[in-house]
């Protein structure tokens, strides 16, 4: 079939196919520059910092930078190597440079990111590095007992590499022990990984609820008559065109302690004064106000997808004999996936990256992990907010992946 | 073939539908339905048609009046209990199955095992000649195909009773015709009771046992299509029913059955007295265009003729259609066979026309 049809030529003996090339390439360059400035944007304005991003959640120079010294005692001598004097000897020297470019603190950051309360013993170090004298290790023990642990050896010796995979090994709730080898972290200081696993299943009861919310809306939307449902169309889309910090504030108005919903009940004798319900500044906040955020994005792939579904599929099921309950479930269920894919992808995926929110009514408990990426980059962690955001990223594109491989991304539909 | 009120298969009996509470779509409709019986409502759109169909098969509720079905009434009966078999316009095949689950699917909610589901299901499809089609979906199929699928589904729990909202609206003129005979003969076959919506006069003359034209939530005729045709009973159904040629005039002389009609210019033509009461009144005299005459031996004896002015002729192929101006009215149209011995006519000739009386209607003024 190919074999005949490159042989196919114009009338004047082309080949058919540079024909159609040349004669559509005029066509294809216009389209192309009509699409080069949102190309251009995008790739300024999102695929570099992402790619930034990856790179610094495995780059980090804090440390390496200011150790030659050091950097060339570990190329020279295998990991496991204990620290003899010219190991000590090397740190001396480059403490002493730290002194000079006040590099210590950034340094010490470095390494107490790994081996935690570390931070001070490099800056007080630094500070009287240039009055060591040899022998290097035992001066340098005077000064503090901890230079001769194994684990500030095995941090600095990862650190002297600006390329690392420290950062994982702290998002993954992991740590290596004097030997090298990973652990876990104490149960009372895993926080990263339990807290990624605890939003993505807020991220999907904020979902489910969605769902459950939206089906019957966007149902009743699709089948009311255009004014009608146009005008509860406004209802639903309001939420969008109000402020994110207005509708967060009146959460916080109807919700708090002294608020109107426990006013409500009190007053209703529901509950007693002293049993007034804790419903914001704690994980039931960040719930509620999430929902109240996302349920658009939930609702309008729904009433989009159930709109061109015709009436008459359900009433060609009833009149087969099926009852109502399984006209739906087999008949009108299986035709809204594509906007039910879409909406819980959409919900899942805005979720699961929420932070103003959950910054702002979600309390101790209520925080997701967005928060903690949040928290760093005030630190300036620019690394270990890197590794974090990377690990959305990436749990984000798996569930893309999966619901490629579940529903198919091509039935998804947005709107 | 007409079922009197005890024993009709299905029967409406006063009954009345408004959607609004302040107008009435469908105004006192009553008729009945024989077993066997193929019958077609016919009407434009907004005639009610389509919502005497929804309420026999449950989709809609009857303001007032009762509807019957084998002698039981049914109005508080679910859809999916009465056992009706619908074909939809738009075939309304559910997409995410394939055709052989499409037609499983009746059986399934029956409660029917595999066995018999899946031999009920070769019958049904070989019935519409789509046997090695039960793997396909319907947006794989075209039209027609989707059409007989959809046909197929609605036959294949044996339902006693099959109703088609416009089945054939959306498939070229060809296939429509096909399908027209497929159906009626299917009909035969299974001796199935089928009520057919169409606003396709041509589909309801030629499938049906009788017809019901509805216009205004009214039925306006009830017959088998040749008496439609030929007797139509008011102005509005000789008008919707194929082609007519309409001259409005005064009853001059009333005997019996006989009017005699005085044209606006003076002329007197013959007809017969359909809703006509009295001389003196205003009416409308329609006459169908392959029914008037020009050749002198063919107008019977006594019959009055008038003038009329040849203003254009059309080659049709198989009949000459011929436009003439009769009365004052530009529109009156004369159809001749096309046969070698036909009298040809040229536009700005004056001949003589004239009918026999009895193709000649009175009607009602509209």
């Known amino acids: ?415 | 073939m007409v079922a009197s009120r005890d024993d009709a298969f299905v029967s409406f009996e006063h009954v009345q539908k408004s959607y609004d509470g302040e107008t009435l779509v469908v105004k006192d409709l009553n008729l009945q339905l024989a077993k066997g019986e193929f019958l077609t409502m016919l009407g434009p759109s907004g005639s009610g048609k389509t919502t005497c169909l929804m309420m026999l098969a449950g989709f809609e509720t009857a303001t007032h009046g009762e509807i019957r079905l084998d002698g039981k009434p049914i109005n508080q009966v679910p859809p999916h209990k009465r056992g009706i078999g619908m074909v939809f316009q738009n075939y309304a095949l559910f997409p995410h199955m394939t055709v052989g689950e499409n037609l499983s699917f009746p059986l399934e909610v029956r409660g029917m095992g595999k066995s018999e589901r899946e031999a009920k299901i070769k019958r049904a499809l070989d019935m519409v000649q789509m046997g090695a089609f039960a793997n396909r979906r319907p947006a794989q199929m075209s039209g027609g195909q989707q059409q007989r699928i959809a046909l197929a589904r609605a036959l294949v729990f044996d339902p006693k009773l099959v109703l088609m909202d416009e089945p054939l609206g959306a498939l070229d003129k060809q296939l429509r015709e096909h399908m027209q005979f497929e159906i009626k003969h299917l009909h035969e076959s299974l001796g199935i009771t089928v009520v057919y919506v169409t606003h396709d006069q041509g589909e309801a003359l030629t499938m049906s046992d009788r017809v019901a034209v509805f216009n205004d939530g009214r039925i306006q005729q009830l017959a088998p299509p040749a008496e439609l045709y030929e007797r139509p009973d008011n102005s509005f159904v000789a008008g919707f029913i194929g082609e007519n040629n309409k001259l409005p005039g005064v009853v001059e002389d009333l005997n019996g059955e006989r009017a005699v009609v005085r044209l606006e210019n003076g002329e007197l033509i013959d007809a017969t007295a359909v809703n006509v009461k009295a001389k003196g009144e205003k009416t409308l005299v329609s006459i169908r265009p392959e029914r008037v005459e020009f050749k002198p031996e063919l107008i019977p004896e006594g019959a009055h003729t008038i003038d009329a002015e040849v203003l254009e002729v059309i080659y049709m192929g198989d009949i000459l259609r011929t436009r003439m101006r009769v009365a004052g009215h530009d529109e009156f149209v004369v159809k001749c066979r096309n046969t070698i011995d036909q009298m040809p006519l040229t536009p700005g000739q004056r001949i003589r026309i004239g009918w026999n009386p009895l193709d000649a209607r009175a009607l009602d003024m509209i």
Not at chain 1, 10 to 21: F, N, V
Not at chain 1, 248 to 264: E, M
């Open chain 1, 1 to 415: 079939m190919s074999d005949v049809a490159s042989q196919l030529t114009t009338a004047d003996g082309r080949p058919l196919k540079a024909a159609l090339a040349s004669a559509q390439a005029r066509a294809k360059r216009r389209a192309f520059f009509l699409v080069l400035p949102l190309l251009l944007f995008i790739l300024i304005s999102f695929a570099v910092p992402i790619g930034q991003m990856l790179q610094r959640s495995v780059y980090n120079d804090q440390f390496s930078k200011s150790v030659p010294a050091l950097s060339q005692w570990f190329a020279e001598n295998p990991k496991g190597t204990a620290p003899d004097e010219a190991a000590f000897a090397a740190l001396a020297s480059d403490l002493v440079l730290m002194k000079e470019t006040r590099a210590a603190g950034d340094a010490g950051t470095r390494i107490n990111y790994v081996v935690s309360g570390t931070r001070s013993m490099f800056t007080k170090a630094a500070r009287g590095a240039d009055k060591l004298e040899p022998p290097f290790m035992e001066a340098m023990l005077e000064l503090d007992e901890d230079w001769d642990n194994p684990l500030v050896w095995n941090a600095m010796r990862s650190a002297a590499s600006p390329w690392t995979f420290d950062f994982y090994t702290i998002a993954f709730d992991l740590e290596r022990d004097a030997d090298g080898k990973l652990t876990k972290v104490d149960e009372t200081q895993r926080i990263y990984f339990r807290l990624f696993i605890k939003t993505f299943l807020i991220a999907g009861v904020i979902t489910a609820i969605c769902l459950v919310l939206a089906f019957p809306i966007a149902h009743l939307l699709a089948t009311l008559p255009m004014a009608k449902a146009n005008l509860l169309m406004i209802l639903v889309l309001l939420p969008f065109w109000t402020s994110l910090l207005v509708r967060t504030t009146s959460w916080i108005v109807l919700l708090q302690g002294q608020g109107v919903v426990n006013d409500i009940l009190v007053a209703l004798g529901i509950i007693g004064d002293d049993g007034r319900l804790q419903m914001i500044y704690n994980q039931t906040g960040t719930i509620i106000a999430m929902v109240h955020i996302l349920l658009p994005f939930m609702v309008l792939p729904l009433y989009s997808v159930m709109r061109v579904i015709p009436v008459s599929y359900t009433r060609a099921a009833r009149s087969l004999g099926a009852t109502s309950w399984t006209t739906f479930r087999r008949i009108y269920l299986p035709q809204t996936i594509p906007g039910i894919g879409a909406g819980v992808l959409l919900v899942f995926i805005l979720a699961v990256g929420y932070y103003i929110t959950p910054a702002l009514v979600g309390g101790a408990d209520g925080q997701l992990f967005s928060n903690m990426v949040q928290f760093h980059m005030t630190k300036a962690n620019w690394s270990m907010a890197a590794a974090l955001a990377t690990m959305l990223l990436v749990g984000v594109l798996v569930l893309y992946w999966l619901y490629d491989r579940l529903i198919g991304i091509d039935k998804l539909k947005l709107g």
